[in-house]
């Protein structure tokens, strides 16, 4: 929270009361030069108030609400996280259309109109997923990198809302109106394209990688876990903190060569997760009972991604393998997160 009358970054961030919120709202917090208006449709409870300058609660695909905010606050950069993840938007899949797609659309075009008004380009950066990818069978047993432009199939609604967001964002970020304006386009879009993401201090919910994150709690907290894919599952995976601090980068550097950048650590089965966290937990206790439908969704994912045109554009570093990233920072964060419960 900052006391400076008027900083000149000031953030719009949707999906506050999320794991990434949690995360980017403490990460900007110290941050004199930036103020955070954060938005969600729950309240982000106490945690995040300390870390934020403004909260509204309110829908993103209320127009009315957003230009209201957009406009009040002359918002220069949007940080747009509210999203329905893949499992829960199986369940509901117009609904996911509506935030995932409708919201994103709403934001872009709210943020063109306020670009467009006070004559400077609007920052807009949104995670997308691996879960734009569809790998086939023959193409999942090949295992290995997938890059940016491979696979693009996916077969969950929250997939092919993601791979349109990046589509739409390309259009606002670098073609908009080409046919009628001679100006740079309105938004200066970025977007991550995030594997499975493990936060120690806060549970996920609603997502399909969330067999590590579930069973890394339940180590922490002592109960066995079933875990609702088999043992060879494996798909890519970043720490919160990699997650913060690669979207902060993205954010921060100057100009970017593309709109899209993936981004992970390393890759590691369901089996070989359970394999570290033993040496942590003993007593850790996994079976596997695999769901057929989320079994499904999980192996259209690419086992790891192709992260070389971020190290290059922008100097993503990788920052932990598995066993580090449990020793620096998933265990210590999560016995804490346990030991005060
Ligand atoms: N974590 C997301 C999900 O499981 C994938 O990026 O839906």
């Not at 996920?204 to 990688?209: A, D, F, I, M, V």
């Not at 109960?223 to 599952?233: G, H, I």
């Given at each position: ?57 309110g829908d ?7 230009d ?44 063109a ?10 920052k807009?950066?949104?995670p997308s ?31 092919a ?6 589509a ?35 549970k ?7 067999f ?10 002592g ?11 494996r ?31 390393f890759?590691a ?19 596997y ?13 690419p086992?790891?991604?192709d ?30 997160q346990?030991?005060?419960?």
């Open positions: 929270m900052h006391l400076m009358s008027s900083p000149s970054r000031r953030i719009l961030l949707t999906g506050a009361a999320g794991e990434i919120g949690h995360g980017l709202a403490r990460a900007l917090a110290d941050d004199p030069d930036v103020k955070v208006i954060a938005v969600d449709l729950r309240d982000p409870g106490k945690s995040i108030r300390k870390d934020i300058d403004e909260l509204h609660m993103i695909c209320d127009r009315g609400f957003v209201h905010i957009v406009t009040m606050h002359e918002i220069t950069e949007i940080v747009h996280l509210a999203a329905l993840l893949s499992t829960r938007a199986e369940h509901v899949p117009e609904k996911a259309h509506e935030v995932n797609v409708d919201g994103t659309f709403n934001l872009l075009r709210i943020a109109e306020q670009a467009q008004s006070f004559g400077r380009v609007v807009f950066t949104v997923s691996i879960a734009v990818y569809g790998l086939s069978p023959q193409e999942k047993a090949l295992g290995g990198k997938v890059g940016l432009d491979e696979c693009l199939r996916p077969v969950t609604m929250y997939g809302n993601k791979l349109y967001c990046e739409l964002g390309r259009y606002y970020g670098r073609h908009y109106r080409s046919l009628t304006s001679d100006g740079p386009p309105p938004i200066d879009f970025r977007c991550l394209r995030l594997p499975g993401v493990l936060a120690a201090e806060t996920p919910t609603g997502g399909t990688s969330d590590v994150p579930e069973m890394i709690h339940a180590a922490a907290s109960q066995p876990y079933e875990c609702f894919v088999t043992a060879d599952t798909i890519p995976w970043m720490t919160m903190p990699e997650c913060v601090e690669a979207t902060l980068q993205l954010l921060q550097a100057d100009s970017v060569a593309q709109c899209v950048y993936n981004v992970a650590s890759s089965s369901a089996g070989e997760v359970e394999a570290a966290l033993k040496a942590h937990f003993p007593d850790l206790q996994v079976t009972v695999p769901h057929e439908g989320r079994q499904a969704m999980v192996h259209t994912w086992d790891d991604v992260v070389s045109d971020a190290v290059r554009d922008w100097g993503y570093t990788p920052r932990w393998t598995l066993q580090q990233a449990l020793e620096d920072y998933i265990v210590p964060a999560v016995r804490r346990y030991a005060s419960t």
